[in-house]
């Protein structure tokens, strides 16, 4: 019988069912992913933003303050420093640095980088992440930091995969890019690239340089890391890095990334805040400007424009290469004067110093009454103090930085003082307002309200109102040109004169005299001789004949908004008024006898580019022309032979100023024709000059914040050597800069000119010979 073989072969294993479970995960992880990724799109696993949000996300972006000359002057903000741009405002440098740092295959996905996302899966992370530029931004955009634990990292990043997909779809490319330098929060007040270009390096984001470029990009790693600085060496070495990455992906050469790499940072910080930067007293006013515009200017669901997060444009009058040029007049020629007034305020000269005129008790109670009046006592009262323990933190040394000219520069100086003694001291301090104005369109050129705004934040340009002096005796003449078709060549009498008691309401007999008393009498002078050397008697004898009411109402049209009361003593300047309000009244002589408003601001928009608001121009005749142009040709005899004739000097040799040039500025030699008044209040305690050219008109005015500390004498202490240098320096820019077409014409003649304006040749109605009028400079000004 057969033996029966043993059957070797292997029984044949059945795999459908690790098949089916197989695909049943598959299957099954695709169908889980899916639906995890629509419960995120519908919002399961927190809120998504829709359409609408997608289309205008929501960020805070700060008001521009723009110039009429295009440049940014400031912003408004609360705490996001933001201004957008678009594509096109980008330097190419930080396009491609980004692309090559952060996501080198931007071009080439739609939201999500699989490649790199199935790296960094296989990886566990340890090459780098995976985030494309569109999750990035979606995540700054939509929920910032990312959650502390496992399962919400996960969520969150399936929400940015589908926020990026979306913003795909939503933006091109260049619009995903725009959008992600904007958002991001470079820290230091520089939200968005173009606050960040403008404070890191002082330019406009499409003027940024390589290394410039690769420096902001690499600050998207981590800004609080990398902080420009804090920490510069880390900063440099992260933009080594990046410069790298723009070499790796062919961006630029090996040779151009090692020299570059080399450099350094070479910042150009220019912090913008509130307190900082050009034009700070004119950007206050705005505030205010801007508050009164907005509570009467309703958005059209009815809710209020927020100045600080709306993105609102403002565009105004103010030309930033003339405010530089104010700016700078008033930072070369303050520290001078500073130092003169410290150096007559010594102790061994003035043991009350700052204040003259003044004893121990009175000083006293000045400060007692400025001590309850400041910010210091406010703020402790609203924290429940007694008077009593202010009054002692008053006189209790504390570490404090205080504002000091410092090799002709404003500066800071750490220091340990008494509230008490820093008060006094900031009190012998010197201040100044300056404002320039286009007389024709009103359009307000330059504001600069004080020497330093972080320290000294009243604002002398319309906040401020003082003495005006001899700058208001124009007003006086114009009255009687205007009225008894004077001309500046007639004569009067400088001899005493008195206004008796009654007449005109003035209580007691009212006698005003000359700069230098009984020597300063004598003869008769030329109305256009009186005016140049302020001769007090005549602009008397002018006011008696037309009425102080009269010249009260004239002001009144000429824009002064401030109470003048009608008394005979205004012809001298006692009224107290403002930078603001003198040079909007002196633009009517240059414009021909119309009055228009100053203006500052020319149109308001939206972050969108809609016009909210477009000025409307205010004038009305005050003068007839010739009464106008006669005037001018009388405040031209100021600067020829009065107290603005340095003005013309050409050096030291010149008449009575040949002191101290340091101090003064001197010489400016002005050849052109220039109409002008100095102005000198009682014991030298305020300094003024207006200036006035065709298309210009200047007024500047210097004094301390207390009247009673002022120079002792009047070689410093006249608006001459006080204001008129300002006014010298920043006119000497504007003739400078060919592009600002500052006139140096003649002011125009009327067609019709039946007033005698030269005085060069006048006829004795006596002999009917011609006589040549010599006027003699007085060079001083009361």
Known sequence: MAKAKKNTKAPVQDFSKYIRWFWMLFLGGIFSAVLIFLLASWGVFGDMPDHTQLENPKTNLATEIISSDGKTLGKFYFNDNRTPVSYDDLSPDLVTA???????????????????????????GSSGG??????????????????????????QKIKEWIIAIRLERQYTKEEIIAQYFNIYDFLNNADGIRSAS????????????????????GMFKNSALYNP?????????????????????????????????????????SPESHREGMATYFREYLRGFMKDWIKNNPKPDGTKWNINSDGLKIYTTIDS???????????????RLQAEFFNQNTPKRNPTAPFLELDKSEVDDLLNRSMKQGERWRILKNAEKSDKEIIASFHKPTKMTVFAWKEGKASEVDTIMKPIDSMRYYKSFLRTGMMSMDPLTGHVKAW???????HFQYDMVKQGKRQVGSTFKPFVYTAAIDQLHLSPCDELPDTPFCIDAGKYGNPEKWCPSNSNGENDYGGTRTLKNALANSVNTITARLIDKVGPQTVADLAKKLGIESEILPVPSIALGTPDLSVYEMVGAYSAFANKGVYTKPVMVTNIEDKNGTILYQFKPETRDVLSEETAYVTVKLMEGVTQSGSGARLRGKGADAYRVDYREIVTGYPYEFTNPIAGKTGTTQNQSDGWFMGIVPNLVTGVWVGAEDRAAHFAGITYGQGAAMALPIWGVYMKSCYADETLNISAEDFEEPANLSINVDCSKVIDESTGIENDSNDTPDDLDF
């Open 98 to 124: 980004l692309i090559a740092t952060e996501d080198a295959r931007f071009h080439e996905h739609s939201g999500i980088d699989a490649r790199g996302t199935l790296r960094a899966v296989i990886k566990l």
């Open 130 to 155: 995976a985030s494309t530029i569109s999750q990035q931004l979606a995540k700054q955009l939509f929920h910032g930091e990312g959650s502390k634990n496992t399962l919400g990292r996960i969520t």
């Open 198 to 217: 403008r404070i890191y390096f002082g330019k406009e984001p499409i003027d940024l340089d390589l290394k410039e470029s690769a420096m902001l990009v």
């Open 229 to 269: 600085r804090r920490n510069p060496v880390g900063v440099k070495n992260r933009r080594n890095v990046v410069l790298a990455q723009m070499e790796k992906y062919g961006y630029l050469e090996e040779a151009v990334k090692d020299s570059l790499q080399k450099t350094e940072l070479d910042l150009n910080y």
């Open 321 to 335: 290469r003339m405010q530089e040029y104010a700016e700078d007049a008033v930072q070369q020629h303050m520290p």
């Open 448 to 454: 600069v309200g004080g020497v330093n705004y972080r």
